[in-house]
């Protein structure tokens, strides 16, 4: 069974909606028959590439929010993450293009370790000092992951490298309903929208499973805390 999920690194909920699903996955009893397939959507496509800000000051005006009250949203989001085992600073991140991010992954997919560079992305920009809108961090993930250095730099001076794939990935969003991340889609008969919590996934993975189709997956079967194609992130 192939279970595929569009996010974005820049959403927090698909950083939590990420580790919620692994431990639905992991309480699902044929877990070892699942193929999870990670797709690219961009919560900012028409961000220039290079355009950094910080995450406090775009969600202050992004919501009309003073910037104190965009800490305590921030607060909000690390509190459950947290709750889940996840690290998140609520200071000194950046907010930019994810597009070179969504590029790499596709080389990371091509090269068996996509999973791995997804997983270091999000710890790298939740969690730790380390800014994934600068090339050189992103070349550093990607050897991380297990790839080749040399080869995730080419990738990344070439900006047609694996665009089409990106691009491909948000049509096909767009094409089964999703309008915000993540996005779950098991086995292209069930969807499920939001950072559910892991019973969800897991009852959702049996469904999927025992042949039962309770909802197309374009529109899904329950909404849990997302981003939405504005970049506007629920807290």
């Known amino acids: 069974m192939r279970v595929e999920i569009w996010s974005d690194i820049a959403c927090p909920w698909c950083y939590i909606g990420k580790a919620r699903f692994e431990k639905g996955l992991a309480a699902f009893a044929h877990r070892d028959d699942v193929e999870v397939v990670h797709r690219s959507f961009e919560l900012d496509p028409n961000r220039s590439q290079g355009d950094t800000a910080p995450v406090i000051d775009m969600l202050a005006a992004k919501y009309g929010r003073t910037l104190e009250e965009a800490r305590a949203m921030e607060a909000h989001v690390a509190s459950t993450a947290h709750s889940e085992g996840l690290a998140y600073r609520t200071e000194g991140r950046d907010h930019g293009s994810t597009f070179d991010i969504h590029r790499l992954l596709h080389l990371a997919k091509v090269r068996g370790r996509q999973d791995e560079l997804l997983d270091l992305a999000y ?20 050897v991380e992951a297990g790839l080749d250095g040399t ?32 996005f779950f889609v098991l086995d292209r008969r069930y969807g499920i929208s939001g950072g559910q919590p892991a019973e969800v996934f897991t009852r959702a993975l049996e469904q999927a499973w025992d042949g039962r189709v309770p909802q ?15 970049g506007e992130c629920d807290v």
């Open 216 to 230: 197309p997956a374009g529109g899904p079967a329950a909404d849990g805390a997302a981003c939405d194609v504005d």
């Open 151 to 182: 080869e995730a730099r080419a990738v990344l001076a070439d900006a047609s490298a694996y665009a089409d794939e990106v691009r491909a990935d948000e049509r096909e969003a767009a094409e089964l309903g999703a309008n915000g991340v993540p």
């Open 123 to 142: 710890r790298a920009n939740f969690g730790e000092e380390r800014s994934v809108f600068d090339a050189e961090t992103l070349v550093a993930l990607a």
